[in-house]
């Protein structure tokens, strides 16, 4: 695409994104403390965001973090990031946008571990998606296992914590093994999620998904996959999955709020037999988000 001129918010102000800077004494610089959100534009209009900006707030909450502002605050802030890079839209492009909040500046006085106090750092990241995105993702991703294992009474697994070094250590891991994407299991062994998905097997007609207690987040576009499937009268089973149960799947697939639904072809070299429900469920999701009714 033709170079375009990008902005960020940064606390209240829009500024040219080469700009976008937070004080080197911010909690999210130093120690990873942070909760970010990941959604994008569908043809220009933003899809399910109540929903992220809800469960923010909710993350926030749980860390004993109370946030100076709500959901309607944090929509606004939103809009002025769409509105600011709207040359983008006008381009044919939608964008992924990006929200993220930390407790602000570290207090030395009050301890490096204290963060109740202060005023949060907030900052909405846009980036334009290539014009072919969705048409490129229909092809179908491939997925390795994670070669490390995670507990899954961890208590981070369960937000969406910017503290995301194991992620990027496993996504790095994937591509220099020639596959899109890795699924972690957890210490027992069981299948939970990928580095930035949630994960989905297909199998006698019906979708089994990890439970949250098997230690996963579990994302806004795995939630409307199961609305969509108990709409057309799909049962889906929240179960442990082990290893072993992708020998018997007759299709996988992954979600994000970026990708929607991904099908997998191959996991770990080994092809799946069939990627015709995961298939629906793309054309499905990807209806609902390009009906939804939030203007860009």
Known sequence: MTPVSLFAFVNGQIVPIEQASVSSMDFGFLYGVGIFETFRTWQGRLFALERHL???????????????????????????????????????????????????????????????????????????????????????????????RRPKNFPLLSIKSSAYFANLLARRYAKENGADEALWLNMDGNLTEGTATNFFIVSDGELWTPPASEGLLTGIARQIVMELAQKIGIAVREKPLPLSALDDADEAFVTNAVIGVMPLTKVEGRPLPSMTMATAFRERYLAEAQSASEVG
């Open 54 to 148: 809800t469960r923010l707030q909710q993350s926030t909450q749980r860390l004993g973090w109370m946030l100076p502002f709500g959901t309607e605050t944090l929509t606004a802030w939103v809009q002025q990031t769409v509105n600011a890079n709207a040359q983008v839209l006008r381009g044919g492009h939608d964008l992924r946008l990006r929200l993220t909040v930390t407790p602000g500046v570290v207090d030395a006085e009050r301890g490096w571990w204290n963060w109740t106090a202060g005023q949060p750092t907030v900052i909405i990241h846009a980036v334009p998606l290539p014009a072919d995105f969705d048409r490129l993702s229909a092809q179908g991703w491939t997925a390795v296992i994670a070669p490390w």
